[in-house]
């Protein structure tokens, strides 16, 4: 996606790297993951609880559908782990969404989406999009949902949520 993103001339903030990622970064060593397939999330507690850089939530091979997505991404929220979550392909705008924005609150969903399948600049517009409220793309939002009452309550509210949710 950081190839599609420069490609597009966008600038999307990527999820914020762990301390050790960093630390990885900045001395040439390996940032370590793991991809978890199953969808129990006491599997998936105990992977982010293990100290790993970050973990991919399969939702593309695995066991893990959208319907448990939410169950894993709320058990993992409250570790320094970071959450990715593989969805089908560019045009799963549904998966991206339900990866990106946890049922529960916005807070608990993912640091962000692996986007598999890309093969030209059109699928790779429409993967952004689907990840962007509009303006910028064509994610939806359902209001009012519990995400939008942290930022108040009312129209002003909700567009601070969208605002802040784009970056």
Not at 107 to 118: F, I, S
């Amino acid at each position: 996606m950081i190839g599609a993103q420069q490609q597009l001339g966008r600038s999307i903030a990527p999820a914020r790297p762990s301390r050790r990622s960093m630390r990885c970064a900045a001395t040439g060593n390996t940032a370590y993951g793991i991809f978890v397939c199953s969808a129990s999330p006491a599997v998936a507690e105990g992977v982010a609880s293990s100290g790993l850089d970050w973990m991919c939530l399969d939702a593309q091979h695995g066991a893990v559908t959208y319907e448990t997505l939410n169950h894993l991404l709320c058990a993992t929220s409250s570790y320094n782990t970071k959450r990715i979550v593989r969805v089908a392909g560019p045009w799963d705008r549904a998966g991206m969404q339900q990866a990106l924005e946890c049922a529960f609150s916005h807070y608990l969903g993912a640091d962000g989406v692996m986007v598999p399948l890309v093969e030209c600049r059109a699928d790779a517009q429409q993967a952004v999009s689907s990840c962007l409220f509009p303006p910028a793309g064509q994610r939806s939002v359902a209001y009012p949902v519990r995400a939008v009452y942290r930022k108040g309550v009312g129209a002003p509210a909700l567009a601070r949520y969208l605002q802040d949710a784009n970056k």
